[in-house]
């Protein structure tokens, strides 16, 4: 059953009246996405006024219908299994889409474009700035490390032990 935009940000509103904040997740890559599609992404976060975004890649975990709907359109190989599985959804994405590197650079500043609306106005007027910043991979860790810090109550030694875990996945 899908929701509408529209209504996220009406129960986003309802919340920010009672000072509730709002943490929310988003997935990146997936089939059929394109870097327009990420934008509006984020976009949706600014409009339910988003106070702690998280984003991963998509995973497309076997048997499952994001699985088949993936290997249908040609995102992921048709023996794609668990072994193919990377051991991390912050560090790399097994679904091929034709625009990966532009979504994935979404993806690696997502957290930077929702906290700041002046810096996603820019990259949205300058859509081939995104792929000229550099050392988005520190940048997508700095994002999530600070999203952990709050979720989680994280110290910086806690997030760094998280994150010492994917390291292999390089």
């Known amino acids: 059953k899908r929701i509408k935009n529209e209504e996220f ?29 990420a934008l509006s992404t984020v976009e949706l976060q600014h409009q339910m006024g988003t106070d702690h ?4 890649y998509l995973i497309p975990y076997p048997n499952t219908e994001i699985w ?8 992921i190989p048709s023996d794609y299994y668990f072994a193919d599985i990377p051991q991390s959804y912050f560090i790399k994405s097994s679904v091929n889409i034709p625009d990966k590197k532009r979504v994935a650079n979404v993806y690696k500043l997502y957290y930077f474009l929702v906290r700041h609306k002046k810096f996603f106005a820019f990259i949205k ?46």
Not at 10 to 37: C, H, N, W
Not at 68 to 75: D, F, V
Not at 148 to 159: E, I, M, P
């Open 9 to 37: 940000i009406r129960m986003a509103k309802i919340l920010k009246k009672y000072g509730i904040q709002i943490y929310t997740s988003s997935i990146f890559v997936y089939p059929g996405e394109t870097f327009e599609d």
């Open 53 to 56: 975004p998280f984003s991963s």
């Open 68 to 75: 088949k709907t993936s290997i249908e359109s040609g995102s």
């Open 125 to 170: 007027s300058h859509k081939r700035v995104i792929n000229l910043i550099p050392f988005l991979d520190l940048i997508n860790y700095l994002g999530i490390f600070l999203w952990f810090k709050n979720w989680r109550n994280y110290t910086l030694w806690g997030v760094i032990k998280y994150f010492l875990r994917f390291r292999k996945d390089r």
